[in-house]
């Protein structure tokens, strides 16, 4: 155990860069995920039968297809097509468009959730359809999907580590930790690793909990 | 755009036994995630059946288990299973393994592609089952009690039932989940369809047609929401003639990638 110690110890510096490195994709990738998410979920519940089709279509791409195929197409491909995209971006743009065809399900659910009065009550008192939406849908269907986002976070964070450990090969907490394990041949590296992503999902859920019970609305 | 759809790059899709050659790929990924699904769903309900137990030493420590596997990157597993599993092991799996798999599933790398397949996904699975179970009302475990079935009877012929047919859908979303991950293998070193697309794109000798490393991994792309989709449009089909028939409705399971996927079908199309 003492062994154990001593290779975070002497490694910390190894072990919290990476530790940051995944904070820093999940945050990326989050941002983008309820940008890209929240458009497709708008398209999908738009009074249009044409806009409809394009969410449905992308979010069953990118909800069917493997993230590490698309970090390769995002990456090598687009690379090998002549455009240099840098790891970064590739990074988290994948995980990033990836968990926008998750996200916009949920408010997808979360706005058919929302009683249909309201939009109705909405649109009778002379508000435009977009803002209806904005100000009286949306606001209540983020509330009913902050469980959900919880879940989504914690995906984002495992996930993470496939942008680390496919062929970009960003710094991130599981590259760290088998640079340290190659470099001492301890595998303990790796029980430090798991220290580090049990570290973060737990005190996401905890958060979650949290906001649930302040803010969700239960249906 | 011009590059995407030059007709030079896309050559290589019906030149020689290229497209064969992912396709058998392909082949090894949906082997592997059927052997890790069989694998996953009796572990799991066996970890939910322990959750459960009326000892509570028995559950907390089957809880704790199931919450680490969890919520730890499957990817970090894999690679951890692919240094960290005894060579004994590895060796009694070469020689268990049946012949008619193919040469891909033979390789001993696959015994820890497997377990970690098989280890995160029995306890996400788990979590499914537990929920699907404790949404049954009480009721029901105490009427089959007082009729006077035996704890396992209640489980066999009451409980179970009712609980699992409510987690179908999450089920087989979670499945599809396992079915994307098995390309994570790929990093470990084993044949499947990501090597495949690989070895495709940077072969360059003696072949006249080159393919080209996009095209290649978004006809692998493809073949996967083929397969999945297909997937999933089967289980809406089941949970709907489900629902039709039972008036049951989904539970919503804690840190499930795919939960909205379940959510998401439940409300029709179009209201």
Redesign the interface.
Known sequence: MSDALDLLTENFGAFASGLWVTLRIVGVAFVIAMVVGTAVAAFRVAPSKALNRVGGIYV??F????????L??LF???R???LPISAWVAGTLGLGLYTAA??A??L??GV??VG?GQIEAALSLGLTYPRAMRRVVLPQAFRTVI??L???I??M??????VG??LLALPDL?KEA?VV?SETAQ?EA?LW??AG??LI??TV?VVFRHLETRYAVRR | ME??FSYDNWEWLWTGNNFRFLLEGLLVNLQIALIAIVFSLIFGLMLALLRLSRNRFVSIVAGLWVD?WR??????II??LA??IPGSWRDAYASAIPDFFPDAIQDELVLGALIGLVLYNSAVLCEIMRSGIQSLDRGQREAAASLGLTYFQQMRFVILPQGLRRMVPSTVSQL?TLN?????I??IAIQEV?SA?STL?SVNFGVEVRP????V??V??LL??AV??AL?RLSRRLEIRERERTGTTVE?V????????V??A??PPN?
């Not at chain 1, 909800?63 to 698309?70: A, K």
């Open positions: 069953e791409t909800r069917n297809i493997p993230l590490l195929v698309l390769l197409i090598i491909g687009v090998r097509a002549g998750y996200i399900e949920a997808r659910s058919f959730a249909k469980p959900t919880g879940s989504l914690i995906a964070v495992k996930n993470s580590a496939i450990a496919s599981l088998r394990q595998t790796f690793a798991a992503y049990l999902t737990v859920t | 590059y995407l680490v919520n730890l990157p499957l990817i970090f690679l951890y240094l960290a599809i994307k991950d098995t390309t994570l790929s990093i990501v697309g794109a080209a490393y996009l095209q991994f978004i692998v792309g996967f929401i999945n989709l999933s919503p804690k840190g499930l990638e795919d939960q909205v996927a959510q998401a439940v409300i209201r």
